[in-house]
């Protein structure tokens, strides 16, 4: 059970951006810091980009005083524009498109939480609201505690309470959502009203997405039973249960629209794509033949493209056979891309399909891009055509851009070291 901690004040806590159609690349003036909430205006909490370029870095982001932090956390913004890196002394807001560094927050241990480190950042598209969870072997707030952080204040304005440890958080512009080792609390943003929680197997890797698109949310997480997901359609209150896979569920990801889930399982072989309105299978696709373990999985904005990271030391890109005309927003998103008929790279001997194993028959990648093992990498794809971005933990950023037609390895087009910018820049 979740205890619930308000804002101090009704008048510091903003509401999420009331445009039901935002633009996440436009940044517009902050909220007064004094401004109550009211649901009748058009109040906005992003912050303006004067106030996030390389000249305005504050006094405590000397990055002499931290030379060598140790990531804790690195996750994309909602529309990989952005990623956000936790770090045991603070963190870090980056830009994707061009690659820079946006803005760093390090602690000293006694600015009110004791500690330094920070385990979960979830950005709010490029917002100046973060989401932020304590995390390392010391600490900046307990690891129980979601807190609620305005950049434009540079202090926390609400936090969330828990009985247990947060795995992790998602955000969307009205919801907070906490998840917990077997449990999910989702929230109302403008007031942090609980408003349904969720039984799950045990998630200690704090498996959970949301759509984002305004007015309709979808929610996915593991369900109760080894192997399957739980799908939450809020707007037509109904609870769709898949069983995607025999082992249990690694790793997925959701379209923005929520219409379409892809899933993979702790053998890391296969990743399967779902329709999340009735559950029924669409496509499967093989990273290998060899067990791994499926660090990140992404949608292109079309829904054209899969991208897989492993602990195999290499991404994959996969075509998907999804009519992306169907799939809403992303339509106008991806209108100026060709439809390629692009060939998948299907084993030759698929026509003994009921003969041969399914391996014979799969699905394999297009496009792949060979990376150091022994690390591990998150990935999505970047805002320009045929593009994915790739983050690891030891720092690393990639860019690398992938052939439609022909396919093969990718081209890398960045790469740089943002926990070591003096070696890359």
Same mark, same amino acid.
């Given at each position: 059970?979740?205890?619930?901690?308000?804002?101090?004040?009704?008048?510091?806590?903003?509401?999420?951006?009331?445009?039901?159609?935002?633009?996440?690349?436009?940044?517009?003036?902050?909220?007064?810091?004094?401004?109550?909430?009211?649901?009748?205006?058009?109040?906005?909490?992003?912050?303006?980009?004067?106030?996030? *370029?390389?000249?305005?870095?504050? !006094?405590?982001?000397? !990055?002499?005083?931290?030379?060598?932090?140790?990531?804790?956390?690195?996750?994309?913004?909602?529309?990989? $524009?952005?990623?956000?890196?936790?770090?045991?002394?603070?963190?870090?807001?980056?830009?994707?498109?061009?690659? %820079?560094?946006?803005?760093?927050?390090?602690?000293?241990?006694?600015?009110?939480? =004791?500690?330094?480190?920070?385990?979960?950042?979830?950005?709010?598209?490029?917002? *100046?609201?973060?989401?932020?969870?304590?995390?390392?072997?010391?600490?900046?707030?307990?690891?129980?505690?979601?807190?609620?952080?305005?950049?434009?204040?540079?202090?926390?304005?609400?936090?969330?309470?828990?009985?247990?440890?947060?795995?992790?958080?998602?955000?969307?512009?009205?919801?907070?959502?906490?998840?917990?080792?077997?449990?999910?609390?989702?929230?109302?943003?403008?007031?942090?009203?609980?408003?349904?929680?969720?039984?799950?197997?045990?998630?200690?890797?704090?498996?959970?997405?949301?759509?984002?698109?305004?007015?309709?949310?979808?929610?996915?997480?593991? $369900?109760?039973?080894?192997?399957?997901?739980?799908?939450?359609?809020?707007?037509?209150? %109904?609870?769709?249960?898949?069983?995607?896979?025999?082992?249990?569920?690694?790793?997925?990801?959701?379209?923005?629209?929520?219409?379409?889930?892809?899933?993979?399982?702790?053998?890391?072989?296969?990743?399967?794509?779902?329709?999340?309105?009735?559950?029924?299978?669409?496509?499967?696709?093989?990273?290998?033949?060899?067990?791994?373990?499926?660090?990140?999985?992404?949608?292109?904005?079309?829904?054209?493209?899969?991208?897989?990271?492993?602990?195999?030391?290499?991404?994959?890109?996969?075509?998907?056979?999804?009519?992306?005309?169907?799939?809403?927003?992303?339509?106008?998103?991806?209108?100026?891309?060709?439809?390629?008929?692009?060939?998948?790279?299907?084993?030759?001997?698929?026509?003994?399909?009921?003969?041969?194993?399914?391996?014979?028959?799969?699905?394999?990648?297009?496009?792949?891009?060979?990376?150091?093992?022994?690390?591990?990498?998150?990935?999505?794809? =970047?805002?320009?055509? *045929?593009?994915?971005?790739?983050? =690891?933990?030891?720092?690393?950023?990639?860019?690398?851009?992938?052939?439609?037609?022909?396919? =093969?390895?990718?081209?890398?087009?960045?790469?740089?070291?943002?926990?070591?910018?003096?070696?890359?820049?």
């Amino acid at each position: 059970m979740a205890t619930l901690s308000p804002p101090s004040s009704s008048a510091s806590w903003p509401l999420p951006p009331s445009d039901p159609n935002p633009n996440p690349n436009f940044l517009s003036p902050p909220v007064a810091p004094n401004s109550p909430p009211s649901a009748s205006s058009s109040q906005t909490i992003d912050l303006p980009e004067s106030e996030y *370029n390389d000249d305005s870095v504050p !006094p405590n982001a000397d !990055p002499t005083r931290f030379p060598a932090p140790t990531l804790l956390h690195l996750s994309f913004n909602q529309d990989h $524009g952005c990623f956000s890196a936790g770090t045991d002394h603070g963190f870090r807001i980056y830009n994707c498109d061009p690659f %820079r560094e946006i803005f760093r927050r390090d602690f000293c241990g006694d600015d009110g939480g =004791g500690g330094t480190g920070i385990g979960v950042v979830e950005m709010l598209f490029r917002c *100046n609201i973060l989401a932020l969870v304590g995390g390392g072997p010391d600490p900046q707030y307990p690891p129980n505690k979601v807190m609620i952080w305005d950049d434009h204040q540079t202090r926390c304005i609400g936090e969330l309470s828990f009985r247990s440890e947060v795995k992790s958080v998602r955000l969307r512009r009205d919801r907070i959502v906490a998840i917990l080792l077997q449990k999910i609390f989702v929230y109302n943003f403008a007031d942090l009203k609980l408003l349904h929680q969720i039984e799950t197997i045990a998630n200690p890797k704090g498996l959970c997405e949301v759509s984002q698109l305004s007015g309709s949310m979808v929610l996915v997480c593991p $369900g109760l039973l080894k192997g399957q997901v739980r799908v939450e359609h809020y707007n037509s209150k %109904r609870t769709k249960f898949i069983m995607a896979h025999d082992s249990r569920i690694a790793c997925f990801a959701l379209t923005q629209d929520g219409r379409l889930l892809a899933t993979s399982s702790s053998k890391g072989t296969l990743v399967r794509i779902f329709n999340t309105l009735d559950g029924t299978s669409l496509q499967e696709v093989r990273r290998g033949a060899d067990r791994a373990e499926i660090y990140s999985v992404a949608f292109s904005s079309s829904a054209q493209w899969l991208a897989v990271s492993s602990d195999k030391g290499t991404v994959h890109v996969f075509s998907l056979k999804v009519d992306s005309g169907s799939l809403g927003s992303d339509r106008s998103r991806s209108s100026s891309e060709p439809n390629l008929s692009v060939p998948s790279a299907v084993s030759s001997l698929s026509f003994m399909k009921g003969v041969l194993p399914r391996y014979f028959s799969s699905e394999w990648s297009v496009a792949q891009f060979r990376l150091h093992e022994g690390s591990q990498y998150i990935v999505a794809f =970047g805002h320009q055509k *045929n593009t994915v971005v790739i983050l =690891g933990m030891d720092g690393s950023f990639y860019r690398c851009q992938f052939d439609p037609v022909a396919g =093969g390895e990718m081209t890398q087009l960045e790469y740089y070291n943002f926990l070591k910018p003096e070696e890359t820049f």
